[in-house]
């Protein structure tokens, strides 16, 4: 990936530039291609549905061909958004108060664009469940399993190790600090790969897959959805474990720890609302 260095002989991350817009210090244009590569995930989608039936709108190899140039753009956007909002511009310094409270703002402007891209999952949800001729769904697996329970638990519970982690450094305990956070990203990998299992086990053992009706559609764009957002998270963690690792937090210095674990537990309180309207959801009322 290439860098450049300005005038005062800071490395920048392209397409980061310094000072732009005037007056907001160094911006980066990588949250835009990230959001490009999202934005293209959904038109491949489309693009797929639109290229099914008699009538082929579009040619069958669209939909895929957006999908994959979607997810390359994606995870370069996201290589270069973390390096340079995490790795670049604190990997060898402190950020002073000001920059501290700049990204702790950005972080919660970040969820706040997340609150909406999930509501509208939801309020498709909403849309078939008040639907009689899309509700009840017709026979569906046992969505409401063991797993799914496991899952969950392991899920509750990293928060938990998290905010332990967290009270651990304000308190400047570090030897706890990096222990509580090397439990959450195990707990969070492990729970990552529990819904890779389920999403096997309804695929390939039950016959359930993403074109079963609409209730399909929205129960593995969701529950995607947010399996993409706890991926990015254990990212985030795994970003601020190897930090601790290298001594480079103290009890005064540890604004990424703060930002990370408000991205965590906003995944958590999400994954806690999905159990409760799609996998009980399923059951009550069906």
Do not use: C
Request: hydrophobic share 50%; proline share 4%; no cysteine.
């Amino acid at each position: 990936m290439a860098t450049e260095t300005d005038e005062h002989g800071e490395d920048h991350h392209l397409p980061a530039v310094e000072d732009w817009p005037r007056g907001f210090g160094e911006a980066s244009w990588w949250p835009f291609v990230t959001a490009l590569g999202a934005a293209g995930l959904y038109v491949g989608a489309a693009l797929f549905l639109l290229s099914r039936g008699d009538t082929n709108v579009v040619p069958p190899v669209a939909g895929p061909a957006v999908v994959v140039g979607s997810v390359g753009a994606f995870l370069v956007g996201l290589y270069g958004w973390l390096y340079h909002a995490f790795v670049a511009n604190f990997w060898e310094r402190g950020a002073s108060e000001h920059s501290a409270n700049k990204l702790r703002w950005g972080m919660l402007a970040f969820l706040g664009s997340e609150v909406a891209t999930f509501s509208a999952g939801f309020t498709y949800f909403f849309f078939i469940r008040s639907n009689p001729g899309a509700w009840p769904p017709g026979e569906l697996p046992p969505l409401l399993s063991s797993l799914v329970l496991i899952n969950t638990a392991l899920l509750l519970v990293s928060s938990g190790t998290l905010h332990l982690a967290h009270g651990a450094i304000r308190k400047g305990k570090m030897g706890r600090f990096k222990a509580w956070l090397a439990v959450t990203l195990l707990l969070g990998v492990v729970f990552i790969g529990g819904q890779v299992l389920e999403y096997y086990e309804f695929i390939v053992h039950k016959g359930f897959t993403f074109t079963d009706g609409v209730f399909a559609s929205a129960f593995y764009g969701l529950t995607g959805l947010h399996g993409l957002h706890v991926s990015l998270g254990a990212v985030l963690i795994g970003i601020v474990f190897v930090r601790a690792l290298r001594g480079q937090y103290s009890a005064d210095r540890h604004v990424s720890v703060t930002t990370a674990s408000m991205y965590w537990h906003f995944v958590d309180a999400v994954w806690v609302l999905l159990v409760v309207v799609l996998y009980v959801g399923s059951v009550v009322g069906a």
